[in-house]
């Protein structure tokens, strides 16, 4: 394994002018500088990284801990973190809670043990706050806040994105308009269900109907949306239209239609939430609220890394959605 002091032999020079030629020092002369790397590149030399973040106090590293890495907005917003940190020289460790806090105390832990300088967390759903030993390093808090909780966050703003799109139905004719929400006490899945009341449930009274009759709760899953879907098209009358709290619950709100002879969106207009990749696939290519997953890991990324800024307080981050309109959605049937 080659060392730093052979590539100062090699070079003809010290193993000082070496290391502050590594850490990019402009005192050193340009000769030097090109003797050193030309040296590197001869003998093929890799810098120790632990080593010298150990020596500054730093590892270089970044922990992201997720509740669920199957599902597909998760493991894209992993990739958008994991970018914006290679960009700035961190590599990421990533961990899946299995949306347990237990499990996403041990992850916590286990990445605290490993010196990271700084963790990223999307929060499991019964998570109500973070242990004490994580305030000892920098924290960003992606998607899900945890009230109470004096911690930077980044996410979007859930509410607004639900009431654009429900709005969005509406003016395409739409008054009876169903809803999936997330789990029950989970605070995106209140957001987004408190944005598509706002809209869907006047127009829903004023067909002389109950709102709360069409609306189902269930995890942010595919399986999800086709029993709810199963549940919300035996209503009458049925709804025309089905707002779904993510892409997941959606897509199974299409597939459902297609096993019972449900054309989408002739018969039904279907609209998500995140605009997963499998988004612009599915047949007919779901209308859904994009989330800017580039922008949300870029940010987590440049909080964790403004941590050592005297005296600053948390941080938030609340990021426009986009309405990505595409197949699915049409004018209600006559």
Same mark, same amino acid.
């Given at each position: 394994?080659?060392?730093?002091? /052979?590539?100062?032999?090699?070079?003809?020079?010290?193993?000082?002018?070496?290391?502050?030629?590594?850490?990019?020092?402009?005192?050193?002369?340009? +000769?030097?500088?090109?003797?050193?790397?030309?040296?590197?590149?001869?003998?093929?030399?890799? @810098?120790?990284?632990?080593?010298?973040?150990?020596?500054?106090?730093?590892?270089?590293?970044?922990?992201?801990?997720?509740?669920?890495?199957?599902?597909?907005?998760?493991?894209?917003?992993?990739?958008?973190?994991?970018?914006? !940190?290679? !960009?700035?020289?961190?590599?990421?460790?990533?961990?899946?809670?299995?949306?347990?806090?237990?499990?996403?105390?041990?992850?916590?832990?286990?990445?605290?043990?490993?010196? &990271?300088?700084?963790? &990223?967390?999307?929060? !499991?759903?019964?998570?109500?706050?973070?242990?004490?030993?994580?305030?000892?390093?920098?924290?960003?808090?992606?998607?899900? #806040?945890?009230?109470?909780? #004096?911690? /930077?966050?980044?996410?979007?703003?859930?509410?607004?994105?639900?009431?654009?799109?429900?709005?969005?139905? +509406?003016?395409? $004719?739409?008054?009876?308009?169903?809803?999936?929400?997330?789990?029950?006490?989970?605070?995106? $899945?209140?957001?987004?269900?408190?944005?598509?009341? #706002?809209?869907?449930? @006047?127009?829903? %009274?004023?067909?002389?109907?109950?709102?709360?009759?069409?609306?189902?709760? $269930?995890?942010?899953?595919? %399986?999800?949306?086709?029993?709810?879907?199963?549940?919300?098209?035996?209503? #009458?009358?049925?709804?025309?239209?089905?707002?779904?709290?993510?892409?997941?619950? +959606?897509?199974?709100?299409?597939?459902?239609?297609?096993?019972?002879?449900?054309?989408?969106?002739?018969?039904?207009?279907? +609209?998500?939430?995140?605009?997963?990749?499998?988004?612009?696939?599915?047949?007919?290519?779901?209308?859904?609220?994009?989330?800017?997953? /580039?922008?949300?890991?870029?940010?987590?990324?440049?909080?964790?890394?403004?941590?050592?800024? @005297?005296?600053?307080?948390?941080?938030?981050?609340?990021?426009?959605?986009?309405?990505?309109?595409?197949?699915?959605?049409?004018?209600?049937?006559?």
């Amino acid at each position: 394994m080659v060392k730093l002091l /052979d590539v100062a032999r090699h070079a003809g020079v010290s193993a000082g002018t070496v290391s502050r030629v590594l850490s990019g020092t402009p005192t050193v002369s340009p +000769a030097l500088v090109e003797a050193v790397e030309k040296a590197i590149a001869e003998l093929g030399y890799r @810098p120790n990284k632990l080593a010298r973040g150990l020596r500054r106090q730093q590892t270089q590293t970044l922990g992201f801990v997720v509740p669920d890495i199957t599902n597909p907005f998760f493991a894209e917003l992993a990739l958008s973190v994991e970018v914006a !940190a290679a !960009a700035r020289g961190y590599n990421l460790f990533l961990g899946n809670s299995r949306n347990s806090t237990e499990s996403e105390w041990e992850y916590l832990q286990n990445l605290l043990d490993h010196q &990271v300088d700084g963790l &990223v967390v999307v929060p !499991a759903e019964e998570t109500r706050g973070l242990p004490l030993s994580v305030r000892t390093t920098p924290v960003v808090v992606l998607d899900r #806040e945890i009230p109470g909780q #004096e911690l /930077d966050y980044v996410g979007v703003d859930h509410q607004e994105g639900a009431r654009e799109m429900v709005r969005y139905l +509406a003016d395409l $004719g739409h008054q009876i308009i169903a809803c999936i929400a997330g789990p029950e006490g989970l605070g995106v $899945g209140e957001q987004r269900y408190a944005g598509y009341a #706002e809209v869907a449930a @006047p127009l829903i %009274e004023k067909a002389g109907l109950r709102p709360d009759a069409y609306v189902a709760r $269930g995890p942010f899953s595919f %399986e999800a949306g086709v029993e709810a879907a199963r549940s919300l098209l035996s209503l #009458e009358p049925r709804p025309t239209a089905v707002f779904a709290g993510n892409d997941q619950q +959606a897509i199974g709100v299409i597939r459902h239609c297609q096993s019972v002879g449900l054309t989408v969106p002739r018969d039904l207009s279907v +609209a998500g939430f995140d605009d997963i990749p499998l988004a612009s696939l599915v047949t007919p290519r779901l209308t859904t609220v994009r989330q800017p997953i /580039d922008l949300i890991g870029a940010r987590a990324v440049e909080y964790i890394l403004g941590h050592d800024t @005297p005296e600053r307080g948390p941080l938030t981050a609340r990021l426009r959605t986009h309405l990505e309109v595409r197949d699915s959605c049409a004018p209600p049937p006559r």
